[in-house]
């Protein structure tokens, strides 16, 4: 069946249904229109069972059978990064859709050859989960700078913060797992590449294993001059926060206070702040899927493209190398096809 035929259903492959995969089986199946999961794979075929029979799917073992397989139309990769390149690479040669979760591939090179393989395609297929993208504060804020309603765009704050993760988590994982998504975040908003980095790697929380550098303080550099910093904690032990502020030559504007809900007593005033990625980014995951079935469907691509996977990964490459030297180091950005 076609998927640039508006009427037809998208039969779905997901690849890996960790946390994140299994979100995406239960988002599709429960909220977004116009497409059905019939394939589930994973590593751990009791893992891939017991959410394939849930949502009337059934279990293919390979990665690469399942996105080859005839009743597949698109495909959601949510494996571990190490896999993405020859799964991404797979639906290329299939011509299939795909929505990759970050990274694209675990390496700037690697991402580029897909970006290169694609070029060479009729039409676009690679969508990148970068799901802040379809989140209203997002949207709100990139609007604001676009229209230039408090003057020109010169710094943004940001803020990345996590309640706990696992000890191999270590700094330079939090530059790719945790710093990708305001590297495209920063992209998506001031819409122009990121040209350097700088990490401040200071005293580390004590909840931190040794060696880890939890939190840090990273700056970029963008084409026309601006900054971005981004505090990195996830050991907070508290909370999930989220949080960008604009700073423009007329005023600013700040986005992630999760102020859904204050309250006053006893003398203190206070709310909740969300306790994990989902009930932070819930309703952007629902909206991303469902732009990303829809433009499949029509035959293009509803979100970030291979491309911004490529930009993302090439300014955490960066990072990590700053991280490492202490230094500042430029993006070594190659060539848009």
């Known amino acids: 069946m076609p998927t640039n035929h508006p009427a037809a259903e998208l039969r779905i492959a997901v690849l890996g249904v960790g946390q994140m995969g299994g979100y995406h089986v ?4 429960a909220r977004t229109k116009g497409a059905r999961v019939t394939v589930v794979s994973d590593y751990s075929h009791e893992r891939a069972t017991e959410v394939a029979s849930a949502v009337g799917a059934r279990v293919v073992d390979d990665p690469l059978e ?18 993405h390149e020859a799964q991404v690479l797979a639906c290329l040669e299939a011509g299939k859709p795909v929505l990759c979760e970050k990274p694209l591939t675990i390496e700037a090179g690697t991402a580029y050859d897909v970006v290169l ?11 990148v989960g970068f799901m802040r993208r379809f989140d209203a504060e997002y949207l709100a804020l990139r609007e604001t700078i676009a229209t230039g309603e408090l003057g020109n765009a010169l710094v943004l704050h940001c803020a990345h913060r996590n309640p706990a ?3 191999h988590f270590d700094s330079t994982m939090m530059l790719t797992d945790s710093v990708v998504h305001e590297v495209d975040s920063a992209r998506f908003l001031l819409d122009e590449e990121i040209v350097a980095v700088r990490v401040l790697a200071g005293l580390a929380t004590s909840a931190a294993p040794s060696g880890t550098s939890d939190p840090m ?29 604009l700073v423009a030559e007329r005023g600013t504007a700040m ?5 859904a809900l204050q309250t006053s007593s006893g003398g203190r005033w206070g709310g909740q702040v969300t306790p994990d990625f989902v009930a932070r980014f ?3 995951y629902a909206d991303e899927l ?13 979100g970030p493209g291979a491309w911004d996977g490529y930009a993302a990964a090439a300014v955490t490459e960066a990072a990590v190398e700053a991280l490492r030297t202490g230094g500042r180091v430029e993006v070594d950005l190659q060539p848009r096809p």
């Open 255 to 259: 986005i992630g206070l999760g102020h």
């Open 165 to 167: 993760v696992p000890d």
């Open 66 to 83: 399942a996105v080859r397989a005839d009743d597949v139309d698109a495909v959601v990769i949510a494996s571990p990064g190490a896999f």
């Open 217 to 245: 303080i990273v700056v970029f550099e963008t084409e026309s001059g601006r900054l971005v910093t981004d505090e990195i904690f996830v050991r907070t032990t508290h909370a999930y926060e989220v949080r960008t502020e």
């Open 290 to 302: 469902q732009a990303w079935v829809d433009g499949a469907r029509r035959g293009e691509v509803g």
């Open 26 to 29: 239960d988002t599709l199946s």
């Open 117 to 127: 393989t694609e070029a060479k395609l009729d039409r676009p297929l690679v969508q």
């Open 282 to 284: 819930g309703q952007a």
